[in-house]
């Protein structure tokens, strides 16, 4: 089994490049809405370092005093003070952090669902696409929460240490700022060479979590086919390569955190020998007065001392948060899509003033590469009912969605011309002011049944909500419920009464158009005749469209089309 | 002791040399910290009091030996942390390579009624990122020996000091981990109720997009929605809340800790004071992986039960070695070569469910009026599906499906690539595949080339008519072909059958194809 090459010329390297690049914008686009807590993260950094300055401070105090047998009062105090207080910083980090990246992953999912629910970008069939949504916005948390804040600590933390080390001793702060500047250096080289192994890396899990992804899907056919033998086959081959390859790149990965462990080890091992041969006097040379210990040698050296680890801390949080930016940047990848997916265009509103007739001219829909349905033509004359009629699958609901506008970003298009009164109809066109639609699912929102009806037209008169619950047959139910509002999933009420309240809705809107999709799906003998009386007694006056699979809806409508 | 238990524990004892060796790096890291910490520190110390004193005195201290093992120790601590992290990483990458394809294996040999049932999305979740999850149980198995390297390195540094500091020391960590482990383990899946909740609601509201965009519906759902995302938010930050405890905890019980030994220990040498403070402080910061593995824990607990579940699945029962036979309605169909059988029915009406119930992907009494005593065999058959599906693959993968392995041994590569062809000149797909610039290598579906509806249905043709079994099931194989093309294909199907003797279960609603039938079964 071979996978076809990812293109190796340099067009291909520029793309993934410019690919990184727009993720990383991507990212920091996202992360507006939580600018301030971003801020106070770096401002607690800032404090989390002083109290371990305060903590070194104390230590080297609670030393001295010992060394001439005083019991070490202010030292003790700076300890209490330097490492509660710290503690009480890392508690308060921790939970801005976790609401910093909440409130990020909040506004992007909620801007999201806000495109998504515009519904020109996704159709019935393609709403599988929101399946992985939630796992790929869920696995920015770990990017924001930790990554993010580990980077900007390591970007100022380590300088600010070796700052206040200088104060009590400059020639320790040359040596800690010695060993970050070789090392900072290193990583970054290593860095380089690691992230095209790794983006490499990537691919190969990403091709391993599609295979079983695909196989899993097809479980039905390789059960058909008796072939679980030979997939299980593929699918171990793959996950060795997969493991191998993480492998080789983890072994460059390791070398950077033994890296980073030496220059840690090295740099406490450095001021350890340096402040110790100064405090013999053995220095093979001498330190110039001015990077010589500040105050008291011995509380000065062990300050250093105790500060020189704090040096690495932040990288060392750093290192252990990679594998989340990894994921964050394929999750934004995912999502990058799904955003130009559900854009919409800018709308033109369009405004029908009477019963239009509605003319497909040669029109075909096709999502992606995939033909949804055929060439249809056919026209509808102004106020009277078509019927489509089709099995299931023939596209007969993609061709009324048509009519509510499409976007080409979601891969949803289609060819010939539909004309509505004397508009042809492009994407951008937004009919839905002058339209009323009726599906096989009637939402039902918290509220009374007048409530529920109005939502599609709220200016509505009492005398003309009254008007439609008497057409549909909806008065039996009016008088049960009076005034007591539904929950928003409409328990207690039937199959039959839904599709009523759906078409009493649709009949309240005066809209010139009305399109029903499979209204009388799923009902029983009773339930569609008596719909279907409604329906065919409340229409006059409107331009129909009918989806059905129901011979008995397509008997009485004017004009039949078979898809 | 379940399939799974005894599979992973088997795969986990292959490695277990390897995880041990992990282990004991990880415990000399700590060592090596605390050690090169404390020595720093006890180093400074003394020099400071020897430079003080100077004279003998500081002829007397000797500083080579303390400064060559504090260099000692800072390459041990590197070597060693690179083999820790290495070691503990292939065994944990090696091992789960072998329980991913196990896990499928188990999947495809369960009983497929429950395995076709669990959704796609769940499975593969489970095989990509449970089974990660226990990967970075494996490698967190050294945080133990991290914590534990350096609590025993600390406690015997402290005893340079004085026993009692060797038990402060004890008591210190020993409360942080105990509390840990004890008092603020956090409950995991916070917010997975709520993530739940909100996923539902947004997928309840789908449906209803032509609603919303007709009557202006969008900020009603959006106020919907809004409070779940909300309370999801509210649950995760608590979560996160709980998770920093432990961090703090650790500095607190660090700092009661270190007061206590220097209240104690006001009159002792003060070098030796340094030593224990600062070994006690690393000893502390040792513990942080283990208590970040802790709060992880109920996590690759699920995982594991998650897992396993998969991995336990029913296996499917031994077929019966009765006559094949389909039974509907009290009507009896010997299913055998000479069988040149119709079905037909209204759209909707269970068609494709009852060949998937004969095929075993569907339960019998899935199906209204399919007799109990029906064979549910899939080698009797040889399936074009209606959905026509193709696997993301090459084209030669796609077809080879309807080889059996066996066949592949005995057939030799030029037979088996002439018998494809053969195929897919029968499915009037040859020309096509034949200008593809890699033939049967192409790769098609993600990735690839996209085949039309059309293509896709020929080509699960073509891997049906490869198929020796003794039934050919064709589930709407002309839909959506031309009439020309459709006049090929049933004139390929004829010559088909006639040369191999297969049977034949066709449904189809299109009127060419039916002349291939002799009999007719009317599904209700």
Known sequence: MSHPDPASNETATDAAKALRQAVGARLKLWAIPAKRQVKLVLCLEIAAVLCAAGFAVGLALTLNDVRS???????????????????????????????????????????????????????????????????????????????????????????????????????????????????????????????????????????????????????????????????????RFAARDVSERTLSVLRMAFSGSAVLEFFAAISVALVAVYCGFSL??????????????????????????????????????????????????????????????????????????????????????????????????FTTPAGSVTALLGESGSGKSTLLRLLLGTSPASGLRHDGRITIGEQVLTPTHDLSSSLAWMSQHTPILTGTLSDNLRL???????????????????????????????????????????????????????????????????????????????????????????????????????????? | M????????????????????????????????????????????????????????MQAFNYLLPSAAIRALAIARTALRYFERYLGHAAALRALADLRPWLFERLTRADP??????????????????????????????????????????????????????????VGLSTLVGLAHYRFRPQTGAGQAELGQLKQGLFDTLPFLPDIAAYNLKGRFLDGLRPQETALKAARVQQARREGVPAALTLLIMAATLILIVATHVQSPMPMLALSLLVTTVAFECTGPLLRAMTQQTLFDEAETRVAELGDLREAAPLPDADPVLVYDGQVIALD?????????????????????????????????????????????????????????????????????????????NDLTARVWAALEAAQLKPRVAAMKDGLHTWIGDGGITLSGGERKRLNLARALLRTAPILVLDEPTEGLDPMTETVVVSALEAHLNTTGQGLILISHRTAPRRLCSNLLHVR
């Open chain 1, 456 to 563: 599609s037209h709220p200016k509505a008169t009492d005398a003309e909500v009254a008007a439609v619950i008497d057409l549909c047959g909806l008065n039996d139910l009016a008088t049960a419920r009076g005034e007591t509002p539904f929950n928003d999933r409409g328990s207690g009420l039937s199959g039959g009464e839904r599709r009523r309240i759906g078409l009493a809705r649709a009949l309240l809107k005066p809209a010139p158009l009305l399109l029903l999709d499979e209204p009388t799906a799923d009902l029983d003998e009773a339930a569609e005749d008596a719909l279907i009386d409604a329906l065919f007694s409340a229409v006059a006056g409107r331009t129909v469209i009918i989806a059905t699979h129901s011979e008995k809806l397509a008997a009485r409508a004017a004009q039949v089309v078979r898809l």
């Open chain 1, 280 to 377: 013999l006097g053995l220095l093979p040379f001498a330190v110039p007065a001015a990077l010589d210990f500040r105050y008291d040698p011995f509380v000065s050296a062990f300050i250093a001392l105790t500060l020189a680890p704090e040096v690495y801390a932040p990288l060392r949080r750093l290192s252990a948060a990679y594998h989340e930016e990894q994921q964050a940047r394929a999750a934004t990848e995912a999502l990058m899509q799904m955003e130009a997916a559900l854009e919409t265009p800018a709308l033109t509103p369009v405004m029908l003033d009477g019963a239009p007739e509605v003319q497909f001219d040669a029109v075909s829909a096709a999502f992606d590469q995939d033909t949804i349905f055929a060439p249809v033509s």
């Open chain 2, 2 to 57: 379940s399939a799974f238990k005894a599979f992973f524990g088997g795969v986990k004892a292959s490695f277990r040399t390897t995880l041990i060796v992990a282990s004991v790096c990880a415990a000399g890291v700590s060592i090596a910290a605390v050690t090169l910490l404390g020595l720093s520190g006890w180093f400074l110390a003394g020099a400071a009091i020897a430079g003080a004193a100077g004279g003998a005195v």
């Open chain 2, 337 to 413: 070569r000479t069988l040149r059988l119709r079905i037909d029915g209204r759209s909707g009406g269970g068609k494709t469910r009852l060949i998937e119930a004969l095929i075993g992907l569907r339960p019998i009494d899935d199906v209204p009026y399919l007799g109990a005593a029906t064979t549910a065999d899939a080698r009797l058959f040889a399936l074009c599906p209606q959905d026509a599906p193709v696997l993301n693959g090459t084209v030669g993968d796609n077809l080879l499906m309807g080889v059996t392995t066996e066949e592949i041994a005995d057939t030799s590569p």
């Open chain 1, 69 to 235: 047998r005083a019991f070490p009062v202010w030292g003790l105090l700076l300890i209490a003070t330097g490492l509660g207080l710290r503690a009480g910083i890392s508690h308060i980090s921790q939970f801005v952090t976790a609401s910093a990246a909440r409130t990020i992953i909040e506004a992007l999912r909620l801007g999201l669902i806000d495109e998504a629910l515009s519904g020109r970008g996704l159709s019935g069939s393609q709403m599988h696409r929101m399946t992985p949504f939630f796992e790929h916005s869920e696995a920015l948390e770990g990017y924001y929460a930790r990554f993010l804040p580990a980077r900007r600590a390591s970007s100022l933390t380590p300088l600010l240490v070796i700052l206040i080390v200088a104060v009590v001793s400059p020639a320790a702060a040359l040596i800690l700022l010695f060993t970050l500047c070789p090392f900072v250096t290193l990583m970054a080289l290593s860095g380089m060479a690691t992230a095209a192994e790794s983006r490499k890396q990537l691919d190969a899990l990403t091709r391993l979590s599609a295979l079983f992804a695909d196989r899993l899907k097809h479980l039905p056919l390789i059960t058909a086919f008796a072939q679980g033998e030979s997939q299980t086959k593929k699918v």
């Open chain 2, 113 to 170: 009624k429950i395995a076709l049932s669990l959704s796609r999305g769940e499975a593969s979740a489970r095989l990509v990122q449970d089974v990660g999850q226990l990967e970075g149980a494996l490698v967190a198995q050294s945080n133990w020996a991290s914590a534990l390297g350096g609590l025993v390195a600390a406690v015997l540094l402290n005893l340079f000091l004085s026993p009692l500091a060797a038990v402060i020391c004890i």
